[in-house]
């Protein structure tokens, strides 16, 4: 039995040659926004022909509001925004569930820093979406997420 280490190169990812805003960005990731802007990724998402997920959270100021929002602008059902654990199963189990996925590029901008969402409950959301960017990398299935902070 032949075990491969599974790469960037191995990822499902159609139609990212050439000139892709995402060409030098794996396929699996969480990071800084940076000097991306949403509106370009947008244009991507739907040039690759994958799902954008879009989440505005500087209305949000607890872990529930900021859970709730993610939940409402991703369209998933209710419960998925009461704990980090069920957004996970949502990012997860749940749109594996929905049938073929053509991968995802997340953006989740201004994310709060206050006290009731301070550095600990950001790292433990940013972690929810690195187990699922691990999980769709298994999948080989493109699963990117942006984010900024206010």
């Not at 990212?16 to 802007?37: D, K, T, W, Y």
């Not at 699963?143 to 900024?148: E, K, N």
Request: overall charge neutral; glycine content about 4%.
């Amino acid at each position: 039995m032949r075990i491969e280490s599974l790469n960037a190169a191995s990822i499902a990812v159609p139609n990212e040659g050439g000139m892709s805003l995402l060409a030098n960005v794996p396929p699996n990731l969480v990071q800084s926004i940076r000097a991306f802007r949403v509106t370009d990724l947008q244009t991507e998402a739907a040039r690759l022909g994958q799902h954008f997920l879009y989440a505005y959270c500087a209305e949000a100021t607890t872990r529930s509001q900021v859970l709730a929002t993610i939940a409402r602008a991703f369209h998933f059902p209710k419960h998925c925004g009461k704990k980090f654990e069920i957004l996970g199963d949502c990012l997860t189990d749940l749109a594996y569930k929905a049938g073929p996925q053509p991968g995802f590029l997340v953006v989740l901008e201004q994310l709060p820093n206050t006290l009731k969402f301070d550095i600990e409950a950001r790292e433990t959301l940013l972690d929810v979406f690195r187990d699922a960017a691990d999980f769709w990398a298994d999948k080989k299935r493109a699963f990117r997420v942006f984010y900024s902070f206010q």
